[in-house]
Nanobody, 126 residues
């Protein structure tokens, strides 16, 4: 059974930092795209960042570019999201996601991701 388990969310003041972790189990994702999405109350789930094994390439939403960094520890089957200079508008439930097919491309489309974690709450106070 495939599982993605997030951790690291919490309450932080504006300007602060958090690091989210997502550990995969049940199969290897070492050759798959893994990424992060978020969903604020009353809004649709939106793409945040993703990282591909192919060329170790990364892609970020414009709203987080320069502030967030996605990284992976392939040995630990873990993907991280380092979030700096947090803003109140970053408040959301953050979800880890993975694409099923090997060597698939990075995409920002929610429907292209096959596996999801349960989410972790990030709250940024002003």
């Amino acid at each position: 059974q495939v599982q993605l388990v997030e951790s690291g969310g919490g309450l932080v003041q504006a300007g602060g930092s958090l690091r989210l972790s997502c550990t995969a189990s049940g199969r290897s994702f070492s050759r798959n795209v893994m990424g992060w999405f978020r969903q604020a109350p009353g809004k649709e789930r939106e793409f945040v960042a993703a990282r591909s094994w192919v060329g170790d390439s990364t892609f970020y939403a414009d709203s987080v570019k320069g502030r967030f960094t996605i990284s992976r520890d392939y040995a630990k089957s873990t993907v991280y999201l380092r979030m700096n200079s947090l803003k109140p508008e970053d408040t959301a439930v953050y979800y880890c996601a993975a694409r099923r097919d090997f060597l698939s491309q990075i995409t920002r489309n929610v429907d292209d991701y096959d596996y999801w974690g349960q989410g972790t709450q990030v709250t940024v106070s002003s």
